[in-house]
């Protein structure tokens, strides 16, 4: 299946979770927050939360600003 | 002990800085040392896997409280998903809620600001709004629950400075929350007269991270601060329209 992680379009295997989808992009896992369709996937939800086709998933993280 | 309480926290320092526009990690670093500051903004955007260093890690090692910003949102909708995120990444419950009109002024937009401000208020945040000058806008997002507000000075980034002080003392006057001005400095004096119109803190990135020196603007800011706090708390002499002899006036 086709998910989008932080705008890029990913194939990834049925089942895959965000915390897999979060790896893909980075080891750090203080300091990052995800979004699902645009709702907040908490941290200990990471690793039970599976997606599904077409899912978009934003990882975010602070950079300087404001 | 002068301290800004917001929310019940205290501050010692009443300058807050912003991260944006500093040329570099150790730059920013530098002013941030420089400007005594104990709390400072950070925008929240997609993460790069090729970035190097992190904001995060200078503010940890001085020990600075981060405020997350909703920078870049359009909608209210929009900015309480940013505030959720940056919750979720942070463990802050603490937001600055900036939810722009247009691109080309960067104009807080009042409507979709209040209507966040409500969502966020009732979802347990700490909510400090970016708002215009507006006296009346200000009066309703205290009562709508936020710890703070912080009105403009000018546009972001603008270094335009103060342009209606009047209508900062009208908000300053009517606030039971601690008033922070946002946006416009340009430079020290700037800072200096947002004091003593009796705001209680003042809020600024673009005049320290993009001067000539910045570590240096930090400090001139850091003491026009404390300068216009101690002018406004020992009361400035009225204005008049003719010489008034200062020495006796007879041999």
């Given at each position: 299946m086709i998910v989008m992680i932080n705008g890029a379009a990913h194939e990834v295997a049925d089942g895959t979770t965000v915390g897999q989808a979060v790896r893909a992009l980075t080891a750090?896992?203080?300091?990052v927050a995800v979004a699902v369709n645009d709702e907040v996937v908490t941290r200990s939800a990471w690793e039970t939360t599976t997606l599904s086709d077409s899912d978009r998933v934003e990882v975010l993280t602070a950079v300087q600003g404001g | 002990m002068d301290e800004l309480i917001i929310a019940g926290e205290k501050f010692s320092s009443r300058l807050i800085m912003g991260?944006?526009?500093?040329?570099?990690l150790d730059v920013l670093d530098q002013a941030l040392a420089a400007s005594g500051t104990e709390l400072t903004t950070v925008a929240m955007r997609r993460l790069d896997p090729?970035?190097?260093?992190?904001v995060l890690d200078v503010l940890r090692r001085r020990g600075i409280k981060v405020l997350p910003n909703t920078a870049g949102c359009f909608t209210a909708g929009d900015a309480v998903l940013t505030a959720r995120l940056a919750r979720e990444a942070?463990?802050?419950?603490?937001v600055k809620l900036e939810v722009i009109?247009?691109?080309?002024?960067?104009?807080?937009d009042p409507i979709e600001t209040f209507d966040a401000a409500e969502r966020l208020v009732a979802d347990g945040f700490v909510v400090l709004p970016y708002i215009g000058d507006d006296p009346a806008l200000a009066r309703r997002l205290e009562q709508a629950g936020c710890a703070a507000v912080m009105p403009l000075?000018?546009?972001?980034?603008?270094?335009?400075?103060?342009?209606?002080p009047h209508s900062i003392e009208l908000i300053v006057e009517a606030a039971s929350v601690p008033v922070i001005l946002d946006a416009?400095?340009?430079?020290a004096s700037d800072a200096a007269l947002a004091m003593e119109l009796g705001c209680d803190a003042v809020l600024l990135a673009t005049a320290v991270?993009?001067?000539?020196r910045p570590e240096l603007m930090a400090a001139a800011m850091k003491a026009a601060v404390a300068a216009g706090r101690m002018a406004r708390q020992a009361g400035r002499i009225p204005r008049r329209r003719y010489a008034e002899a200062s020495s006796p006036t007879t041999p």
């Open positions: 750090a896992t203080t300091g | 991260t944006g526009g500093a040329p570099s090729a970035a190097r260093g992190s942070l463990g802050t419950n603490w009109a247009d691109e080309r002024t960067l104009l807080p000075g000018a546009p972001i980034g603008s270094g335009l400075g103060i342009r209606n416009g400095i340009g430079t991270t993009r001067a000539r």
